[in-house]
């Protein structure tokens, strides 16, 4: 290589101005409540003294305190803590003060520690859906302080520089961990490596091509202008011509042209300005080609409407007018009978957009009540401790009312425990029951901010004997609940020593042997301190007539399977009226044993504003979750559509095909044009280069629903290209869901999910648009996209 002073440093500064700047990670957060600023650290000298190390105390995952070395490896942008764990900075999605995780609560029931360390103590959270922590007690708050603050600035600033010049650097280093520049042999496995595989005689072509200095090697800023010239889209290029005038640029007439003609989007001259000088950086009347294909493949340019990245629909409608994200058995972090309960599963589900929650409340053998799955193996947690979980993160996503539906297994006296932790611990977030009549329910913008909870209730004064008959209803059904859990442990090869649910229900009917009642004085079931607080009652559903006639506090629960079936939905008109003045409630089947989902479609076409889903999955259903609750700035609530509401559902059934005159697009038309960076199934460097293909569905009512596949492009998941196009007819896209997912087609015909993206169809932005596709924890995938032409027809 020819001699110069150009340092690796310079190099990959000169190379990053090729990728996007943006960070790929998710914000910080700081859970703090000490009033102390630590933001105070501003410099990387500030840090320099943790490249040594610190000796701090680390509580394990079985809840002992060992003494370990926290080490900030900044050549690997690494947090190390003793001799196994080892975390990425940019892979930290939080930072808690105090005795706040899972593994503090776990510490201070094993240890009963007298002095309180939970001013010296704070834990680190990290990235996916079953969140995971360090916990460390530090010897004085005076060095917490300094450690938590340079642990903020260092954080911040590993995702700040988290994209994808550092990802293609990072791929860079992996490979390539001594030399300045890499040969041919070297960079055909780098490319094999990033999927994309080629003959010898095209990459010595694209080597020669890329080796400016033409020494036969390649170095960094060579190697970053090879892999853009692979990442350039020919169809992009071949639509910019239609408008060029001379040479490789576009004047300010034709952009307008063109993003009025190809984006259906209305520029002017100084928008067509703003854009050149973001690109260019100086005032110029002309973009050029390549800076125009960047814009078109950047965020800016994404398929989905903008105004529907914040909280643009109106919030003073009953809450009852909104679908509500929803989780089931919130607790859980994996199987159902044998997983992990854990207060950091209401956590995440609390930064993933949820707003109603799920616990399962049962006598503690200490008179504390717990959370876990009755009639299980699974593990236990504390009521309080979640209640504590609850405060700290139920509106760290929006402001809006966050429900609890407490399912209660307790005795009286365990009843009165959870109020007494309700009161003390949520306080005045809790808004009480509904006393007298109500016509409405609150609107969000009412009840922002608090906390609903959901329950059943002694009767109150007008209401007819019902709720008694449904707690004796819900006794029958957990019994038989148990049976079935208790069963399935035993088939899995357990012995359990766990009390079957209906053992454990306080004040349960006694059965006798036959199935008779034994002839004992009726006690009570339910507490009267715990009723004043639940705001949301349940009641079993009838027939629509009788549902009518409830008060609107009252909500009505059903099984996946109630809303699934015909004779159900003969009655989607019925449903849906009932569902504008009442709550309803879908949850999983029993035998979901594996966390497995339903499809939630059926409950949202009849207006059932609680769909929940066991969040810990990530499947086909949790993806059209998403693309639902994307909308309106992912603030938890999206307004149900027209045909839902009272004022213009006009006896509206999805289930038929008639359509609502409300519903915008007649036709979608979709042109699948290419793929850029896609990753490998494995998420690992190992593996084949993958097999991509495209798959295309319509979820919403029964008549719009279709599904269609693009061909499979052998080994290139980097920049496959397929330029396909597929049209969808539709009857109600008010209703409507389009789901894109890439897969992987191995050799043995098993389809791998590579990622996915959704959206409602009437948030599509028609013209070419760059589709970012998401992992399994619902995270962008660095550097993966798809770039599609969108057609709507009213």
């Known amino acids: ?64 305190a060992q003494k370990k070395k926290l080490i900030f490896d900044f050549d690997k942008n690494l947090l190390v803590c003793g001799k196994k764990r080892k975390v990425l900075f940019s892979e930290i999605d939080e930072i808690r003060l105090g005795h706040k995780s899972d593994l503090f609560n776990t510490y201070k029931l094993k240890t009963k520690e ?68 890499v040969n041919f042999s070297t960079l055909k496995k780098l490319l094999e490596k990033l999927n994309y595989s080629t003959s010898n005689t095209l990459l010595e072509n694209l080597m020669k091509t890329n080796d400016t200095n033409d ?53 002017t001259e100084h928008h067509c300005s703003l854009l050149i ?31 529907h990245k914040k909280v643009s629909q109106p919030l003073n409608r009953p809450i009852t007018h909104y679908y509500c994200y929803s989780s089931h058995n919130t607790y859980l972090s994996g199987h159902q009978l044998k997983g992990s309960s854990s207060a950091e599963q209401y956590t995440a589900a609390f930064r993933a957009g949820c707003k109603c929650v799920e616990l399962d409340v049962w006598d503690g053998s200490d008179g504390d009540p717990i959370i876990f799955h009755g009639g299980t193996l699974t593990s236990q947690i504390k009521f309080s401790h979640v209640l504590e979980a609850i405060k700290l993160h139920a ?22 425990v959870m109020a007494k932790h309700l009161r003390e611990i949520l306080g005045s977030l809790i808004v009480p029951a509904v006393l007298g009549e109500i016509e409405n329910l609150h609107s969000l913008e009412e009840l922002s901010n608090k906390i609903l909870l959901k329950g059943h209730v002694k009767r109150r004064v007008g209401e007819n004997k019902t709720i008694e008959k449904e707690m004796e209803e819900l006794e029958i059904e957990t019994k038989k609940q148990a049976q079935l859990n208790n069963s399935s442990s035993h088939n899995l090869g357990h012995s359990s020593n766990v009390t079957p649910i209906a053992e454990t229900l306080s004040n349960s009917a006694n059965v006798g042997n036959g199935g008779e009642k034994k002839k004992k004085p009726e006690k009570e079931k339910i507490s009267e301190d715990l009723s004043q607080l ?38 989607a008109s019925e449903v849906i009226e009932i569902n504008q003045k009442h709550l309803t409630r879908v949850y999983p089947k029993g035998t979901r044993f594996n966390s497995s989902n339903f499809n939630p479609i059926p409950g949202w076409l009849l207006g059932c504003q609680l769909v929940a889903l066991n969040h810990q999955t990530s499947s086909e259903p949790m993806w059209l979750n998403e693309g639902l609750f994307e909308d309106n700035g992912s603030c938890g609530y999206v307004l149900k559509p027209a045909c839902l509401l009272p004022e213009t559902s006009n006896g509206f059934d999805p289930f038929k095909n008639q359509r609502h005159p409300a519903s915008k697009y007649s036709k979608l038309i979709i042109n699948v044009l290419s793929a850029r960076q896609l990753p490998k199934y494995t998420k690992t460097t190992k593996g084949e280069i993958i097999d991509p293909f495209v798959t295309l569905s319509i979820h919403g009512c029964p008549s719009d629903s279709k599904k269609e596949k693009t061909k499979t492009i052998n080994n290139n998941g980097f920049n496959p290209h397929w330029d396909e196009e597929f049209e969808f007819n539709l009857v109600n896209s008010q209703l409507a869901l389009l789901l894109i997912r890439v897969d992987d087609a191995d050799s043995l015909g098993r389809h791998n999910r590579i990622g996915h993206y959704c959206l409602r169809v009437e948030n599509i932005k028609p013209g070419y648009r760059v589709i970012k596709l998401k992992n399994d924890f619902g995270d962008v995938i660095p550097m993966a996209n798809l770039f599609c032409k969108f057609t709507l027809i009213k």
């Open 277 to 307: 000088n973001k690109y260019h950086h100086e005032e110029l009347d002309y973009i050029s080609i390549e800076n125009l294909e960047s814009y078109l493949v950047s965020d800016a340019n994404q398929v989905s409407l903008a105004v």
């Open 534 to 571: 639940i705001y949301i009652v349940c009641q079993s559903y009838k027939n629509p007539s009788t549902s009518k006639a409830l008060p609107p506090y009252m909500i009505h629960s059903f099984s996946e399977a109630k809303t699934g079936t015909s004779s159900f939905q003969n009655e």
């Open 1 to 64: 290589m020819a001699t110069t002073n150009i340092t690796n440093a310079d190099i990959f500064e000169e190379a990053s101005g090729l990728f996007d700047s943006k960070s790929l990670k998710k914000k910080l957060l700081l859970v703090s409540d000490d009033g102390y600023d630590y933001t105070n650290v501003t410099s990387n000298k500030s840090v320099q003294k943790y490249k040594d190390g610190v000796l701090i105390t680390k509580i394990t995952t079985k809840g002992k």
């Open 114 to 181: 007298i002095s309180d360390s939970s001013a010296l103590s704070f834990s680190l959270l990290f990235s996916g859906r079953n969140q995971k922590s360090l916990d460390f007690i530090c010897s004085s708050i005076a060095e917490r302080r300094e450690l938590v603050s340079s642990l903020y600035y260092i954080i911040n600033d590993s995702k700040d520089n988290d994209t994808e010049f550092s990802f293609v650097k990072n791929e860079w280093n992996s490979i390539n961990k001594t030399k300045d520049t």
């Open 215 to 267: 020494d036969d090697v390649i170095d960094f800023t060579e190697f970053s202008n090879l892999i853009k010239s692979l990442r350039r889209r020919p169809e992009i290029q071949k639509l910019i011509q239609k408008y060029i005038k001379e040479g490789q640029k576009m004047y300010i007439p034709q952009m307008i042209e063109f993003f009025e003609k190809e984006q259906h989007e209305k520029w």
């Open 395 to 416: 509106f760290s996503r929006s402001p809006y009312p966050v429900i609890l539906s407490l399912e209660i297994h307790c005795s009286v006296g365990q009843q009165n």
